[in-house]
């Protein structure tokens, strides 16, 4: 299975918003709605902050939110923290019954 | 609060067989509501899934792993295990065990365990 397609990196200043996008298929993505993100500091385990597309776990700032379009999912967070620097990553539940991660991308807050 | 807790050689033969136990503390693994798996990353490398398993012994595999790695489950000591045989330098990798939200390989991955290393190396 390939690996969803991330942008490398993004950047942004305290305050602003951004969006990282996750480009798969029909046959991940774009067909079911169990996309999930998550965030992961260096040396630290992922974190959950999204999942089933929108919906955002207890705990998680307000900041975070996901949406879709078609075979992309996107996370935007808003009003850009230096705490939210990291590395996220998207997955997805396929048509073969397996999960599928982004390649990743690393946010750089400014 | 649940923890997830990695254990085994940090060192492995290539050729030879990887094997770690994720101990569950906090929640039983026998609780008909979640999924319990394997991921892992290369060192400055993305997340990889390795695979899911259910507490009646149904597992789901990546199909680039599926004829290496076995995923199974010890309810008495509310442990589940990864067994990777054959491996190579390229399975050099932090392991994560997580369980899954949800009784559903689509679940997502609401709880990590540290990751431990582990170096293929001779």
């Known amino acids: 299975q390939s690996a969803l397609t991330q942008p490398a990196s993004v950047s942004g200043s305290p305050g602003q918003s951004i969006t990282i996008s996750c480009t798969g298929t029909s046959s991940d993505v774009g067909g079911y709605n169990y996309v999930s993100w998550y965030q992961q500091h260096p040396g630290k385990a992922p974190k959950l902050v999204i999942f089933d597309v929108t919906y955002r776990p207890s705990g998680v700032s307000n900041r975070f939110s996901g949406s879709k379009s078609g075979n992309t999912a996107s996370l935007t967070i808003s009003g850009l923290q230096a705490e939210d620097e990291a590395d996220y990553y998207c997955?997805?539940?396929?048509?073969?019954?397996?999960?599928?991660f982004g390649g990743g991308t690393k946010l750089t807050v400014l | 609060q649940l923890q997830l807790q990695e254990s085994g050689p940090g060192l492995v033969k290539p050729s030879e067989t990887l094997s770690l136990t994720c101990t569950v503390s906090g929640g039983s693994i026998s609780s008909s509501n979640y999924y319990w798996g394997w991921i892992r990353q290369p060192p400055g490398k993305g997340l990889e899934w390795i695979g899911t398993m259910y507490v009646s012994g149904s597992t789901y595999y990546n199909p680039s792993l599926k004829s290496r790695v076995t995923i199974s489950v010890d309810t008495s000591w509310n442990q589940f295990s990864l067994r990777l045989s054959s491996v190579t330098a390229a399975d050099t990798a932090v392991y994560f065990c997580?369980?899954?939200?949800?009784?559903?390989?689509?679940?997502?991955?609401?709880?990590w365990g540290q990751g431990a290393l582990v170096t293929v190396s001779s």
């Open positions: 997580a369980r899954q939200g949800r009784a559903s390989v689509a679940g997502q991955i609401d709880y």
């Open positions: 997955s997805s539940f396929t048509s073969s019954v397996t999960l599928v």
